[in-house]
């Protein structure tokens, strides 16, 4: 049984910047892949960016530019540095991992960028 914990959300002002972290634990096998997720209010979950243990990043190409995906396999925990944030930013950020045939969600950590 995977668990992750996402960290790191909050309120910002447009412009501004958050880290956010993705710690996972209990796994038995390497986890390979990780990747961010986020649900905006009345939208579906879609895809921000992903990262092998390797260091293969993949991002959505509405994402490049202004977020940064990253890992430290030795802690077994995920970033997503996030710049120059818009209102539109504003949704629930969550940690992805596929293993063993299953797939793991966060619980989320909200982001809300507003003035």
């Known amino acids: 049984q995977v668990q992750l914990v996402e960290s790191g959300g909050g309120l910002v002002q447009p412009g501004g910047s958050l880290r956010l972290s993705c710690a996972a634990s209990?796994?038995?096998?390497?986890?390979?892949?990780m990747a961010w997720h986020r649900q905006a209010p009345g939208k579906q979950r879609e895809f921000l960016a992903s990262?092998?243990?390797?260091?293969?990043?993949a991002y959505a190409d509405s994402m490049k530019g202004r977020f940064t995906i990253s890992r430290d396999n030795a802690k077994n925990t995920m970033y997503l540095q996030m710049n120059s944030l818009k209102p539109e930013d504003t949704a629930v950020y969550y940690c992805?991992?596929?293993?063993?045939?299953?797939?793991?969600w966060g619980q989320g950590t909200q982001v809300t960028v507003s003035s």
């Open positions: 209990g796994s038995r096998s390497t986890i390979n892949y």
């Open positions: 992805y991992v596929p293993i063993g045939g299953l797939t793991y």
């Open positions: 990262a092998t243990r390797g260091g293969t990043t």
